[in-house]
């Protein structure tokens, strides 16, 4: 059983910043990549940056400059501070990762989501 489980979501004025933490949890062998998306009311689900075990990341353009994926391999972890924060960036964000169970299964696990809301 692997479980992703997001915390740090919250309320924030615009030009704020919030810190984003997503554990991962189980019978785990590897992770590779992990990945923040945020969906927005109304809209589809984006990617917002990834990470993978080598210690590569890559952003959405709209993200670069603002917000800094990291991770801590040895507890399982992934990290998303954002700062600058608009309202624009006001969306549920998941935490998705691509792990090796140690019963020898690779496939994505997803977490629950956690609410930012950026307003005055």
């Known amino acids: 059983q692997v479980q992703l489980v997001e915390s740090g979501g919250g309320s924030v004025q615009p030009g704020g910043s919030l810190r984003l933490s997503c554990a991962a949890s189980?019978?785990?062998?590897?992770?590779?990549?992990m990945v923040w998306y945020r969906q927005a009311p109304g809209k589809q689900r984006e990617l917002v940056a990834t990470?993978?075990?080598?210690?590569?990341?890559n952003y959405a353009e709209s993200m670069k400059g603002r917000f800094t994926i990291s991770r801590d391999n040895a507890k399982n972890t992934v990290y998303l501070q954002m700062n600058s924060l608009s309202p624009e960036d006001t969306a549920v964000y998941y935490c998705?990762?691509?792990?090796?169970?140690?019963?020898?299964?690779?496939?994505?696990?997803w977490g629950q989501g956690t609410q930012v809301t950026v307003s005055s």
């Open positions: 998705n990762a691509d792990i090796t169970t140690a019963f020898g299964r690779r496939r994505d696990y």
């Open positions: 189980g019978s785990i062998f590897s992770i590779f990549a």
């Open positions: 990470t993978t075990s080598g210690g590569s990341t």
